[in-house]
């Protein structure tokens, strides 16, 4: 590539590519960032970072690495190593040792390298990662030892793996012929001190700036960003080589700091980790001399047969010694450690410096460590879950439910989840309510479900999705902002979702934080206890005739008032409350009007909870609504600004019907056309007899469940596609 600007366009949207592919298929980003830098460097020749870059290529490699690195010791706390079992302890002390060593004697013996060039290589290849181990656990889904146990052993591993190849590859590189040792000692010596001077001051500085509030907020990850590069520089400055120890050992002390919380740069890192990551390991595989990986064949195979089947069950076998799991439990252990993002930087930062001293088959550090990042990836990922079942280590695909409220509302809809199989889990402050849910035979956690015992204590085995049902919106809110990174957007729902109204985005001050909106967007949670209260669930299952026709959920108030019955499809999504001709069967479950929604083995009396509950309505209707006595005052204010405000509306219809052309075309093209002959919705049967709709209009629609007992839950922007067989769960009202 001749020109800068397509080139550095093209590494964003290749990397972007390959970041996106990863999350589609649940596999390790590395694996698709490597393939594409070979494909484009060395298989296609359309970029030669050695050209495009000149000089500035090991700079720019090294101020990655070193970011990427502190990013890595930010996740390294002391009471992490202390509070997570000895098996932990053990992989990361004692197993990270027999790795190195094993490694680096078959690798030396396997490919006559140098033993110091050997130890290096080994160090290296310690490490597994997060960004491996994680994508693999979510796929596997183990139990929860297993799960914990390699969960912390990827986070752990980085920093420490990295001290170990830092030490190692420094006291290689001070190896020169002629000087003693005494020598070398010394100069090893300062070259630790160095980094570990320079990467505690800065950690301490950076530390007090940010305790004592000296740079406002949005300043804080810049600050700390440029406080890494300037670390760095400065360490190489004083001794070469010391950088790398000097930026890890800073993240560290920031990570352990007191009263320091580190969530906010950690976060930013991760999200910069991402960009660079993407655009280093492109550059990397592109520079890979990959005519010396036909040369080593069968060696190759062989290390990876080792490291796999031997290094690995080896060391996880001595480090679960005596730990009280069970033969398939430390099988797999000694079967999952992928290598990773740590050892792909850290090895093409030190052979650039390697080649630079002419050490011996130096050239073969990068496509060695890529081969074993590459082979251990690929098949464990391919063989991970099929072993994982094989030893019935491995749990269900998440598919539980967290209420978070347990309220009356909760226990409604849990009950109605419960008759299907599906797991439930409430949480509440109210230990009135947390009471009444184990009365009903719920697992309930006493407290606040977004607080950090929450993230020890509370139980989320088998749970993939959130329902926040609390009579307080704020506290909604928050629940939707926290579990949205647990589950992911999608599986998460609150009652009264964003509003792009201008006195909801004025008033409301959760409004943009807001999670799907739960069944419908204007149910509020006094109206939704008065439907449960005056209605009844009922339970439906789809007939053999029934087809799958779709309608958007943003088009739903537009196809009720057509009259047309159609059913949104896609996983966690809205439908509109159309009507369904067929038979069915139908379980009733009855909730009489002013009943109670607490049970029957309460020992307060069901009138008095219909009066509380009547009051509690009126309550919350009142709090809740909008707009609010000062959203009023505010309404002359809207209208006098509404006339400058006429060419933004205009624009927004403009984008508005674009999103909807735009959408329904695609809608269009994914949607399975009806078969003919098949009976559709609102068709009669064959006989020609009008069949009895299952529900109608006036029935807001709860859950669907597939007959692999998947639960769908209807409030999000995407689609459910109902099929013969499925259960589908309806709120009717009382007749």
């Keep these: 590539m001749d020109n800068p600007m397509i080139a550095i366009a093209s590494i964003g949207a290749l990397g972007g590519l390959c970041q996106w592919l990863a999350w589609r298929f649940k596999l390790p980003s590395i694996l698709f960032l490597l393939s594409a830098g070979i494909l484009v460097g060395p298989l296609l020749g359309w970029f030669n970072p050695d050209e495009f870059l000149g000089d500035l290529l090991f700079p720019i490699v090294s101020i990655f690495v070193?970011?990427?690195l502190f990013e890595g010791g930010l996740t390294l706390k002391f009471k992490d190593i202390r509070g997570h079992g000895r098996v932990v302890t053990r992989l990361i002390s004692v197993g990270v040792l027999i790795t190195w060593l094993f490694i680096g004697i078959v690798v030396h013996f396997l490919f006559d390298m140098p033993w110091a060039l050997a130890m290096v290589f080994g160090s290296i290849t310690v490490v597994s990662g997060p960004t491996v181990v994680k994508p693999l656990l979510r796929a596997v889904r183990p139990s929860d030892k297993v799960g914990h146990i390699l969960h912390w052993e990827g986070i752990l591993i980085d920093p420490i793996g990295v001290f170990l190849a830092l030490l190692?590859?420094?006291?290689?590189?001070?190896?020169?012929?002629?000087?003693?040792?005494?020598?070398?000692?010394?100069?090893?010596?300062?070259?630790?001190?160095?980094?570990?001077?320079?990467?505690?001051?800065?950690?301490?500085?950076?530390?007090l700036v940010l305790r004592r509030y000296l740079v406002p907020d949005y300043l804080v990850n810049v600050l700390t960003l440029v406080t890494v590069v300037c670390a760095f520089v400065l360490a190489e400055s004083v001794q070469h080589e010391s950088g790398l120890l000097a930026v890890t050992l800073m993240g560290v002390w920031l990570a352990n700091a007191r009263g320091l919380h580190v969530n906010q740069i950690l976060h930013f890192k991760e999200d910069l980790s991402v960009l660079l990551i993407s655009s280093l390991f492109i550059l990397l595989a592109s520079r890979v001399d990959i005519s010396i990986i036909p040369q080593y064949g069968w060696q190759i195979v062989l290390m990876l047969v080792i490291i796999q089947f031997v290094i690995r069950p080896v060391n996880a076998w001595l480090c679960t010694l005596g730990s009280g799991l069970s033969p398939a439990e430390r099988a797999f252990i000694g079967w999952l450690s992928p290598r990773g993002i740590v050892a792909a930087a850290v090895s093409s930062?030190?052979?650039?410096?390697?080649?630079?001293?002419?050490?011996p088959m130096a050239d073969l550090l990068i496509p060695l460590t890529f081969s074993v990042i590459i082979g251990t990836v690929v098949f464990q990922s391919l063989t991970a879950k099929p072993l994982a079942d094989k030893l019935g280590i491995s749990n269900p695909e998440p598919n539980g439910v967290l209420f978070v409220g347990a309220n009356d509302i909760a226990l409604q809809l849990a009950k109605a989840l419960r008759q299907h199989d599906i797991p439930v889990m409430l949480s509440d402050n109210s230990w009135r309510n947390v009471r009444q849910a184990r009365q009903e035979g719920f697992e309930a956690y006493h407290g606040n479900a977004t607080s950090g015992h929450a993230s020890e204590n509370l139980d989320l085995q088998g749970i993939g999705k959130m329902i926040a049902v609390s009579s307080n919106r704020d506290t909604n809110a928050l629940a939707g902002m926290h579990f949205r990174q647990e589950f992911g957007s999608s599986s998460v729902f609150t009652l009264e979702g964003a509003s792009d109204e201008e006195a909801f985005e004025r008033f409301d001050t959760a409004n943009r934080n807001r999670a799907n909106p739960l069944f419908d967007a204007s149910l509020t949670y006094g109206g939704l206890a008065r439907q449960l209260r005056r209605g009844e669930i009922r339970h439906l299952v789809m007939p053999d005739t029934a087809s799958e026709s779709t309608a958007p959920a943003d088009k739903a108030d537009k196809d009720n008032k057509d009259n047309k019955d159609k059913v949104e499809t896609g996983s966690n999504a809205s439908a509109d409350n159309g009507s369904l001709d067929g038979d069915a069967n139908v379980e009733k479950e009855p909730a009489p009007e002013n009943q109670s929604l607490h049970s029957d083995d309460m020992h307060e009396p069901a009138d008095a909870d219909a009066d509380a509950d009547a009051d509690a309505d009126t309550d919350v209707d009142a709090d809740n609504a909008a707009p609010k006595e000062s959203e009023l005052e505010a309404e002359s204010e809207l209208e006098a600004e509404s006339e400058s405000d006429q060419s933004v509306d205009a624009g927004t219809e403009i984008i508005d019907t674009v999103d909807e052309a735009v959408s329904s075309a695609v809608d269009s093209i994914a949607s399975d056309e009806d078969q003919?002959?098949?009976?559709?919705?609102?068709?009669?049967?064959?006989?020609?007899l009008p069949s009895k709709p299952l529900y109608t209009d006036e029935d807001l629609k709860l859950f669907a469940i597939d007959k692999d007992g998947r639960l769908y839950i209807y409030g999000a922007g995407e689609r459910i596609s109902l099929k013969a067989g499925w259960h589908l769960i309806v709120l009717s009202p009382a007749d």
Excluded: Y
């Design 168 to 207: 190692v590859f420094n006291f290689v590189m001070l190896d020169v012929p002629g000087e003693g040792f005494t020598s070398i000692l010394i100069i090893l010596v300062k070259l630790i001190a160095t980094g570990v001077i320079v990467g505690l001051v800065a950690g301490a500085a950076t530390a």
């Design 349 to 359: 930062v030190f052979f650039l410096r390697l080649q630079e001293v002419g050490m």
């Design 676 to 688: 003919p002959g098949e009976a559709t919705a609102d068709a009669p049967e064959a006989s020609g």
């Design 66 to 68: 070193a970011i990427i």
